[in-house]
């Protein structure tokens, strides 16, 4: 292994090869309430000699649902968000059990993330209707991950965040599920590479950002969302790299049109930085100096 002295550590370890995985043997179906078909299971790296790593692999039916999760869950890994490590996972319909009616013979392509295993505790809470959902939410709203989070779904105008795709693992909480972020894409996905596209994307509001809402509910996190988003943007020109880096991994014909619009996305997740502190003060309602003065 080579280390890499142009980049910094935590980017060249990241982007050292490209995230694809084999599904190693039958998975097994998971169900709940979940939009989309989900099995757990260990992958592996094609043609290389390691232990298998236990993960979560849904399949998506859109290749832009599979860009978007792949970029989110990269563009997170370079922000050191509590989202879990994302991969592409390779896998044939005789492994996958009760998979959708409709999906070709053939390998199936799904995004995969890596298995946190969820607390007992807060799983059997999370059953409790709206009882348990308001427990989720507020401890949730307790911990260091909601500005985290806040200004995360901010960032990639998520607005699908809700009690079942927060986890805890007894120790820490996680943020995952992020094919509905970004929804301008799906329309433009044809035409993303134009500018006016992108200017589109870049320029996108999320009709509701979940954990800010609750957060304001609370009376509180304001101060910390901010920060949060001062944090980030400090890391623009490593989601730049991020993308760059993407653009060199060879891969096979099937997977690479997949990574280059990811790649792309991480450009476009790196260019809403800029704007981000001021899409989280309008949400909440938080006078800028310019106001102040002109309401004076």
Known sequence: MTTRNDLPSDLAVLVERPPIYRLLGVGEKVYGDHLNHVWKGLAGVPGLDEPGIPVFAKYLPRQSQIDIELACGLASQVLRLPVPHPALVIADLDELPNHPNGLKDGPVLLFGSLFQPPDPFTVQRTKEGELGTEYIWQ????????????????????????????????????LFDHNLALQPLSDLYASISEASAQRKIVDHIARVNQILSQLKSRHSGDEDILNEADRLVKQTKKLTLLAIEMRKWKLDARIAPIVMVAATIVDLIALRLKPLAMYLEQRLDTPTAKTLWSSS
């Open 139 to 174: 401890k949730v709203c307790e911990n260091e991950v909601a500005p985290q989070g806040a200004a995360w779904d901010e960032l990639v105008a998520n607005p699908d965040r809700h009690a079942q795709n927060l986890l805890f693992d007894g120790v820490k909480w996680w």
